[in-house]
């Protein structure tokens, strides 16, 4: 195996891709309308129900959620990949992100807030923490407080995982600019007697 040594005193992640979920972070602006921004450094930070996210300080969501205190989750399917381009669709001069006029949405049920129609997983979130200046950034920490996954693709006993995957595919984000439709998996081969 030969490698390449990366300079690390400056961002190493566009040198190769990484598999990332990506999904859309509902907020509440301070006159009172919704904001949709797709990010891709998301994941559940406990076994728990926490989820977080990295958002830069200057970004509309992360004034929003400090000011607000709560935020929702779409994990968009694959064929709803320029749905979430839009979403990333930028200010105008009034402050304003016209596309998000032209994307499906419905009310959340226990926050003030929204979600893109027809995604597969629906989580509302109240703020737990924000850890500051990370490089530049922060992430954000919510307690998921309500939760709602598609019938299509909630796993079952009665149904093989693999077989569920292929009939309701994932969307992935390769960081940087690509994205994948995840159709085929395999079971993990954990050690006997392992547990987390």
């Not at 027809?118 to 309500?146: H, P, S, T």
């Not at 939760?147 to 079952?156: G, K, L, P, T, Y």
Request: net charge negative; charged share 25%.
């Amino acid at each position: 195996m030969t490698t390449t040594k990366l300079d690390s005193s400056t961002s190493i992640w566009e040198h190769f891709f990484s598999v990332y979920p990506l999904v859309l972070i509902g907020s509440r602006d301070p006159e009172g309308s919704y904001d949709l921004a797709p990010k891709h450094m998301a994941m559940p930070v406990s076994w728990n129900n926490h989820f977080g996210f990295v958002c830069a300080p200057h970004h509309r969501t992360y004034q929003n959620i400090r000011d607000r205190h709560e935020f929702t989750v779409s994990y968009p399917r694959p064929s709803q990949i320029v749905l979430t381009s839009l979403a990333a669709d930028p200010r105008t001069e009034d402050d304003t992100k016209p596309a998000l006029k032209v994307l499906p949405t419905f009310k959340a049920e226990n926050i003030d807030g929204v979600f893109i129609e027809d995604a597969y997983l629906f989580l509302e979130c109240r703020l737990e923490k924000i850890v500051d200046n990370i490089g530049g950034n922060n992430l954000i920490i919510g307690e998921v407080v309500a939760a709602q996954v598609d019938n299509e693709f909630i796993r079952i006993v009665e149904r093989d995982d693999q077989e569920l995957i292929h009939a309701s595919p994932l969307l992935a984000y390769l960081y940087p600019g690509r994205f994948a439709k995840i159709e085929q998996s395999f079971s993990f081969p954990f050690p006997k007697g392992f547990s987390r």
